[in-house]
């Protein structure tokens, strides 16, 4: 069985340094995936309200306890608030919604998934007759507020932040009675987030890495772009290595001491991702793969831009 190291949160609770992502993990194979990853030793889940399938990883997780793999005490299960439920009387309800569909009592992390708040209501990706986003007046320092109340009832462990930049970060911070534990943000060698993550230790926030195979399946991928896991230096590292060129990624992040959440449903790629314990990447090869960061962000949500709380006007 792989032994995976845990990460210290500034609040003392621990999170496996891998786990597994369910965006875009399609309904049907969300479950199978779930208690395929835990099986193979993976006792960190990343779900989130908005991908529409926490039932689905509820059922994985209770089928993987009911047959003693595991227990739900080993297991670090981390769900996200969507943009619509920002408003302060709208969270609690959202979290308890959440911990419905995925059958526990409490989840170990809780994130904001976004700064920037869409208009209430049953849609999640509410729209005018235009199709343009429709936004909400909620602020998202409300929205932490309402979250450290969370942690108080017992329903999270830990509150953090995702797609945040510093200057938000440090509003939050400004303002927070209960500290962030983590910024879960895109990161893999095309988008390397040195600078956020040079920010993040320096007020002790742990950097979470969604999307580090350079989301080779989002919707919006180009035809003709070279997919991360393609990139020749890449390639010829893990050769070198005898190794995958999505587990040489991998391992450039744990080596960065960053939590990392690949997304598979191919039991065979989940039980590859996990194998990157056993060896160490040498100091020229970690060089090769930073100096492949372009600045290349896969999900830039440019169709909302105009928001006042659009994380990426910032350069970091």
């Known amino acids: 069985m792989v032994k995976v190291p845990f990460i210290t949160f500034n609040n003392g609770f621990k999170c496996p340094q891998i786990g597994l992502g369910t965006w875009k993990s399609k309904p049907g194979e969300v479950s199978q995936a779930v208690f395929d990853a835990i099986e193979a030793n993976y006792r960190h889940i990343d779900c989130a309200l908005v991908y529409q399938n926490e039932k689905e990883v509820g059922e994985g997780i209770k089928k993987a306890i009911q047959k003693g793999i595991c227990k739900r005490e080993d297991l670090f299960i981390t769900t996200k608030l969507w943009n619509t439920f920002h408003k302060d009387e709208l969270v609690l309800p959202s979290l308890k919604q959440s911990l419905e569909n995925l059958n526990l009592d409490y989840v170990d992390l809780y994130l904001m998934h976004w700064p920037q708040a869409y208009k209430e209501g049953d849609a999640l990706f509410p729209v005018d007759e235009n199709n343009k986003t429709l936004y909400s007046s909620a602020c998202y ?7 450290e109340r969370c942690v ?7 509150i953090g932040l995702s797609n945040f930049n510093h200057k938000q970060v440090d509003r939050i911070l400004a303002i927070a009675t209960v500290k962030p534990v983590v910024n879960q943000v895109e990161c893999h060698p095309y988008l390397n987030q040195k600078k956020l993550k040079a920010y993040l230790d320096s007020v002790k926030i742990c950097l979470t890495a969604y999307s580090p195979l350079g989301s080779p399946d989002r919707p919006w991928a180009k035809p003709d772009e070279q997919p991360l896991l393609a990139n020749p230096k890449l390639v010829a590292i893990a050769d070198k290595y005898a190794k995958t060129p999505a587990q040489i990624a991998l391992r450039w992040q744990i080596e960065k001491g960053n939590i990392v959440i690949p997304k598979s449903v191919t039991k065979s790629r989940i039980e590859s991702n996990i194998q990157v314990f056993d060896f160490t990447l040498k100091p020229e090869d970690i060089e090769i793969i930073d100096s492949l960061d372009c600045n290349s ?10 928001h006042p709380d659009y994380p990426f006007n910032e350069e970091f």
């Open 141 to 147: 320092l409300e929205t932490w507020r309402a979250l």
């Open 152 to 158: 108080s009832l017992g329903l999270t462990r830990s």
């Open 297 to 306: 962000r896969m999900l830039l949500l440019e169709w909302v831009k105009d």
